[in-house]
């Protein structure tokens, strides 16, 4: 049985907007609220439907991750624990149960435009880009990689940051251009690092990451690492025993959903633009189970739904 997901919150702070996935609101000055709903979108087309626990997934990978990275990252979280957020905030209390297990009391940053993005294996939009050219945002690879090839080293691989439809690749010249040769190599610096550290940690758990984005901030002069890290959202996982270069892979996020809307799309059922159709009870709880699969292959231990106020899937 399909349980009940949270599509949108409607929290006594300022709105300062409601993206495709979380709604973020201010608390005061310096500090903001993250609550990542359960609102999934594919084709970059949202979803009417939301996947349970897929919020819960999100903000608790990314606590877990937060908390394994060297000391020498710096990062926005404060807390996600709901108790201790709502002791710092206690006009939440009467929404204890919206926010459970899926809200992140961070500092305040100025977000810095640019989506850092580090390649570990050519696939996606820098696989057709490749196919198109031999390039990456117009820079040449080497020749003769085949889909899912490993690139070594990791290529950073910036790109625009786009409210709506995809993110652009550009060059690592551009962000020189944009923010100046001292940030552009911190930016760099920060996403290799926090890239290898993640890929060393999953390897040995069954997951590769082929490819992730990490966003930044500015706070007090210093660049901070902020909104989600190393999620099935943020990056792409593949199963490492299913691993075979030459073709796309399964992967352990919105695979189930993505299978189904090609069907409806081959099947001229759905033109791949809004509205999308209605998702059917078990390719919700197939994705729900994907992203709670990665959750407990990565950190080794399955959601604690009692510890985090949350039912248990039936």
Known sequence: MTQVALVQTDLPLPL???????????????????????RISAFDVVMHEAIPFKGTVLTQLTAWWLAQLPSTIEHHLISADTDEIIAAVPALAPYKAALAGRSMLTVKAEVVPIECVIRGYITGSAWKEYQAGGTLAGEPLPVGLRESDRLDPPIFSPATKAETGHDENITIGSVVEQLGPETAATLEAMARTIYEFGRATAEPRGIIVADTKFEFGWRDGRVLLIDEVLTPDSSRFWPADRYEPGHGQPSFDKQPLRDWLDTERRAGRWNGEAPPPTLPPDIIDATSLRYRDAYQRITGQPLDFARLGLPTPQ
């Open 16 to 38: 300062v907007r409601r993206g495709k996935v979380r709604d973020v609101y201010e608390v005061d000055a310096d500090r903001l609220l993250l609550v990542t709903t359960d």
